[in-house]
């Protein structure tokens, strides 16, 4: 079992609509919770993170959290061709931990 | 404007070369990472570092090694380049602690020829 999984995609969302990206994590211990977004060529930049239960919102982004069920998510309000990119999710495994364990990511398209 | 910077952008080599691969960060972080991206596999840990002259073995540090001099340089070092090393290196830093996330430097595309 892969220590964070996410559906590779490609997911694909009409422009103005709420794109919906799902993490799981085997580590029950697991900390805290990163998202970050990486467009074709470039490499991966930080847009949230999360280290407690329940939601988090950050402009259009809001990041939910559940540890019972070992799930972590983002959602993009109003979705813009501009979101379209590879989003990956990381997690920081225990407390003190200095890396993070990634997952393979999810391919986002948004259609205008 | 905090930065993570990598020597280059594009880099050709020959196989059986020795390749240096220079990182630099700006930011005083105590913790250095370089990872390898390739199609289909994701993000790979090569090599981190969390002090000075402190090295540790990621995921798949085979034909790599890495050095750490200053807090603020990390250099990886492919000993004898090969074909399958052919790859975008991704250099990363972050400081110590639960809330911090890693900042990446803008990658190195590397082909061994």
């Known amino acids: 079992q892969k220590e964070v999984e996410q559906n590779s995609g490609p997911l694909s969302v009409p422009e103005g609509a709420i794109a919906s990206l799902n993490c799981t994590y085997s580590d029950r211990g697991s900390q805290s919770f990163f998202w970050y977004r990486q467009y074709s060529g470039k490499s991966p930049e930080l847009i949230m993170f999360i280290y407690s239960n329940g939601d988090k919102e950050d402009g259009r982004f809001t990041a939910q959290l559940n540890k019972a069920s070992q799930y972590v998510s983002l959602l993009i309000r109003d979705s813009q061709p501009s979101d379209s990119a590879t989003y990956l999710c990381a997690v920081r495994p225990i407390q003190g931990a200095q890396k993070l364990v990634f997952g393979q990511g999810t391919r986002l398209t948004i259609n205008p | 404007d905090v930065k993570v910077t990598q020597s280059s952008r594009y880099l050709v080599k020959r196989t059986g070369e020795k390749v240096f691969l220079e990182c630099v960060q700006d930011?005083?972080?105590?913790?250095m990472f370089w990872y390898r991206q390739d199609p289909g596999l994701g993000l790979r840990l090569i090599y981190f570092s969390y002090d000075v002259k402190m090295k540790e073995k990621g995921d798949i540090p085979e034909g790599y090694s890495v050095s750490r001099e200053k807090k603020e340089r990390f250099s990886l070092i492919l000993e004898s380049a090969s074909t399958n090393q052919t790859s975008m290196y991704l250099c990363?830093?972050?400081?110590?602690?639960?809330?911090?996330?890693?900042?990446f430097g803008s990658g190195t595309r590397l082909t061994v020829v």
């Open positions: 990363a830093s972050s400081f110590s602690g639960q809330a911090y996330g890693y900042t």
């Open positions: 930011m005083d972080h105590e913790n």
